[in-house]
């Protein structure tokens, strides 16, 4: 394996964990809201609220972490993305600058402040949208070249049906993977209404998630045919996906072994993740930018690599000790403690 | 928007959202060893107050933290939206500490979140102390290596330009450049100082608005003690900072001093404003600027004149300079006076005029954190990296910078004001009194309740 797959297959990993805690994150903001706004909240808040306590600002480093590593092993991608991106991530720097702190206003400050409660639920809805752009860019044809600088095109994005199918499969994904981990979630904390509530949710978002995800395979033929050659490649991985999304609204369906059903969940994005991402192979953003061309320099690289091991010593036993006393410890879930 | 006033928004969203992250950031790196120090002075004299101590200031802290977090991200991207060229160019050098930077805030991330949900769950508070250790640490560590990336872009080092190609990269010596040891040591210590005058600030407001509980007193004396030491320390540091640039950055020092004609036995200007080349009003101190630049009043320091006119920093960061180590000089008397007061038993120091004069500590030092952080930064105009990369260079080519700013100008008002309105709210609605009260409740039906079980 080479430093270059290596680097990007630690980043996107990495993408991946931010992928999967974002979304169970920005999901129970929403479900939170939404429970307020139709008077459930007593069934749902207190499930929620005790899940996303510990970790709210876990959260964030993960993203932190994909953006600076990226600068790391890439920087060419801090001239490609770096110029064109400034408008859409700027938004979703400024909805996940509001949702953190409302939270934490939230959380710590004014209990019950039902404002808060609103702005962080719907920021956390809009946020994955503005997010999801930086996929469809990395798709090409948004970029043109203007004098050795990168501009994106807005009206070609905003007019391409691929960039509107990204958007409502990051929305649907995020609240179908929220609503199946709360619904293990809250069965540990032997809460029976709140698990039939979010079952609920959970059996209502599968439908979105894999009709868009299947769509975007589709529209992918007209935009980017030679993407779209190399996702037939590794058809067995999309197809192992969808076996394994079966198996989970199975398993929601007849009420039972939730925790199963969200590793199977997790497997089914693992794979569709990871197959999108091979098949994007070589290309950081096509046509412009490959793996190779934007590579760091062999001495950075060590370097990077080293301080990578060493960091992971430290962080693996330490998010083990965080998930061992919050998430897998009974008498804190069910609220003793 | 053409690309001059690309880089005109550029310089002022980045100066814009830094002048606001580091207020919050300044207090993510002091107040948990503050926090940490409370605890283990509680557990080592056996006194509950200073535990609660820990645990008020753990709660404020929280909020604080989070807007710390999500400003952190704001630049963290901005810049290399902002300034893409540049991260092209330096994420080959010095991405290695940027990435360092993250493993230590992700530390403290885990364990900030473990130690508020666990003060319930052990009784022995030795635990609660070790959960502290690595959120102190992981909060100073960040510092550290952040410090080390605006090190190295005034002193850039660690890779050969050749025919615009870097060539020979080392990160470890990008990391140990000669500007890191006095920048990192100076922030760290300032962000200590600030942070301990900040909650001394507090104690006093609480003394001198009725209430007139030991718990205030035990923190004031505390606090003040630390902040005492610290300013100590930044004073030293910042002399150290002195003879860096003198070695190594002339034309940012001679800029501060107004320093004009290079010359032996040099004063040092205080205060004065500038009229073409003339010093009016300043009080001059004979050799002072020879002793700060090389430790001897007779060595020469080089002067304005010596350097091109297009590589001059703006000269009114000399005001910039005055405010910081005025601030700094005062903290260190009031500090030092309340300290020797307590010892000597002066009366004045319990005073309604010397509380004021220490809740007005607070907000001071934030001001010197601020003065420090422009006087260092437009000090290195027009560079973005010293002798290498000018900052027209750097900035992005998008024409939508101008909408940002205002976008984020309104974020950081919501922000700010959010924050200050849930701090006051937090405590005016908990007062000490009331916790201490109820902590006492709870341990007597705690006994009973043990009773009833034998």
């Known amino acids: 394996m080479t430093l270059e797959i290596l680097g990007i297959s630690v980043l996107w990993t990495f993408l991946f964990g931010y992928l999967i805690i974002a979304s169970i994150d920005f999901g129970a903001g929403f479900f939170n809201a939404y429970s307020l706004l139709t008077g459930k909240e007593r069934i749902l808040t207190n499930v929620i609220q005790r899940y996303l306590s510990p970790v709210w600002e876990v959260t964030n480093v993960f993203l932190v972490f994909f953006f600076v590593g990226m600068i790391g092993f890439f920087p060419s991608t801090a001239f490609y993305y770096g110029t064109t991106?400034?408008?859409?991530?700027?938004?979703?720097?400024?909805?996940?600058?509001?949702?953190?702190?409302?939270?934490?206003?939230?959380?710590?400050?004014?209990?019950?402040?039902?404002?808060?409660?609103?702005?962080?639920?719907?920021?956390?809805?809009?946020?994955?949208?503005?997010?999801?752009?930086?996929?469809?860019?990395?798709?090409?044809?948004?970029?043109?070249?203007?004098?050795g600088n990168p501009v994106l095109d807005y009206k070609a994005l905003f007019l391409s049906p691929l960039t509107w199918s990204i958007v409502v499969l990051s929305v649907a994904a995020l609240l179908y993977i929220s609503a199946v981990f709360l619904t293990w979630y809250a069965n540990k904390a032997k809460d029976p209404d709140a698990t039939e509530l979010l079952r609920k949710y959970a059996l209502i978002w599968s439908l979105p998630t894999i009709i868009t995800a299947g769509g975007i395979i589709w529209e992918l033929r007209a935009h980017n045919p030679e993407h779209y050659d190399r996702l037939l490649d590794f058809w067995w991985m999309f197809a192992l996906s969808g076996l394994l999304f079966l198996g989970t609204v199975w398993l929601l369906w007849k009420r039972r072994n939730y925790g199963l059903a969200f590793w199977l969940l997790f497997g089914q994005f693992a794979l569709a993740f990871y197959g999108y991402g091979i098949s994007h192979y070589p290309y950081l953003l096509y046509p412009h930018l490959t793996l190779y061309d934007g590579f760091t320099n062999q001495a950075m690289a060590t370097a990077l690599v080293v301080a990578f091991i060493l960091g992971l010593l430290l962080l693996v036993p330490s998010l083990y000790l965080l998930l061992r006393m919050f998430l897998f410890d009974k008498d804190y879930v069910k609220g003793r403690k | 928007m053409g690309n001059e006033e690309s880089v005109f928004f550029s310089r002022v969203l980045t100066e814009l959202t830094l002048s606001f992250h580091i207020i919050y950031a300044t207090i993510g790196v002091g107040v948990p060893l503050m926090i940490m120090i409370a605890q283990w002075v509680g557990i080592r004299k056996n006194d509950e107050h200073y535990i609660l101590l820990a645990r008020r200031w753990a709660r404020g802290f929280v909020i604080t933290v989070a807007v710390g977090v999500v400003t952190g991200t704001a630049i963290g991207m901005q810049l290399s939206l902002l300034w893409p060229n540049f991260m092209e160019l330096a994420g080959q050098v010095i991405a290695l500490p940027l990435f360092m930077e993250t493993f230590a805030f992700f530390f403290e991330a885990i364990f900030l979140g473990i130690y508020l949900y666990t003060w319930d769950r052990f009784d022995n508070q030795k635990k609660h102390l070790l959960l502290l250790v690595p959120v102190a640490l992981g909060a100073s560590f960040s510092a550290v290596f952040i410090t080390i990336v605006n090190a190295f872009m005034n002193a850039p080092q660690g890779f050969d330009l050749v025919d615009g190609e870097l060539v020979n990269i080392q990160p470890l010596v990008a990391m140990f450049n000669p500007a890191m040891p006095t920048k990192v040591a100076h922030v760290v210590i300032t962000a200590y100082m600030t942070s301990a005058f900040i909650l001394a600030a507090i104690a006093a407001f609480r003394l001198l608005k009725g209430s007139d509980h030991v718990y205030h007193k035990k923190a004031l004396f505390l606090t003040m003690k630390l902040g005492l030491i610290f300013s100590i320390g930044a004073a030293v540091i910042g002399d150290f900072s002195g003879k860096y640039l003198a070695e190594y950055q002339p034309e940012k020092l001679a800029a501060a001093e107004w320093h004009f004609e290079t010359e032996g036995e040099a004063p040092l200007m205080l205060y004065g404003i500038l009229d073409g080349q003339e010093v009016k009003y300043a009080i001059t101190i004979p050799y002072a600027l020879s002793i700060l630049a090389h430790s001897d009043p007779t060595a020469e320091v080089i002067g304005l004149n010596d350097f091109p006119e297009d590589e001059i920093p703006p000269l009114y960061i000399h005001y910039l300079f005055d405010t910081m180590v005025t601030i700094g000089v005062l903290m260190i008397m009031v500090s030092g006076l309340y300290w020797l007061g307590r010892h000597m038993r002066w009366r004045f120091i319990h005073s309604r005029w010397y509380r004021w004069l220490i809740v007005a500590g607070g907000p001071l030092t934030v001001i010197a954190i601020e003065a420090g952080w422009w006087y260092a930064e437009v000090g290195r105009q027009p560079w973005i990296l010293r002798d290498i990369m000018k900052v027209p260079e750097a900035a992005t080519t998008s024409g939508h910078v101008d909408t940002m700013l205002y976008l984020f100008a309104t974020l950081y008002l919501i922000l700010g004001v959010g924050s200050v309105v849930v701090l006051r709210r937090m405590f005016r609605n908990n007062p000490v009194e009331r916790e201490i009260a109820d902590r006492e409740a709870e341990v007597r039906e705690g006994t009973r309740k043990g009773g009833d079980h034998r």
């Open chain 1, 85 to 147: 991106l400034l408008v859409p991530v700027s938004f979703a720097i400024i909805l996940l600058a509001i949702r953190g702190s409302y939270y934490a206003f939230e959380t710590y400050g004014a209990r019950g402040h039902k404002g808060y409660s609103f702005v962080y639920g719907a920021a956390g809805l809009i946020l994955p949208a503005s997010l999801s752009i930086v996929l469809t860019i990395s798709e090409g044809g948004f970029i043109d070249m203007i004098d």
